[in-house]
């Protein structure tokens, strides 16, 4: 299924988990901690809350735990 990230497309196996499809559109940095340390996943189970990003607009989801949609627009921060 395909999807943005930042803005570009990318192409995610179906029941993949959106922190899947950042790291497939080569992001490394997913958020940033309050002190501007760059962070992404950790527990990859919805812990550590390391890997959150927004999706359609709606800030601070868990990516790990969110499948990817069809059409689904995921910013990282910068
Ligand atoms: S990687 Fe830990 S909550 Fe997502």
Redesign the pocket.
């Known amino acids: 299924m395909k999807l943005l990230v930042n803005g570009k497309p990318v192409e995610a196996p179906a029941g993949s988990m959106v ?1 899947a499809a950042v790291a497939l559109a080569g992001a490394w940095l997913y958020r940033r901690s309050v002190t501007g340390e760059p962070r992404g ?11 959150r990003v927004t999706i359609g607009g709606k800030p601070h989801q ?4 969110i499948p990817c949609a069809e059409g689904m627009e995921v910013r990282t921060d910068e």
């Open positions: 922190s996943p950790l527990c990859g189970m919805g812990i550590c809350f390391e890997c868990r990516s790990c735990q």
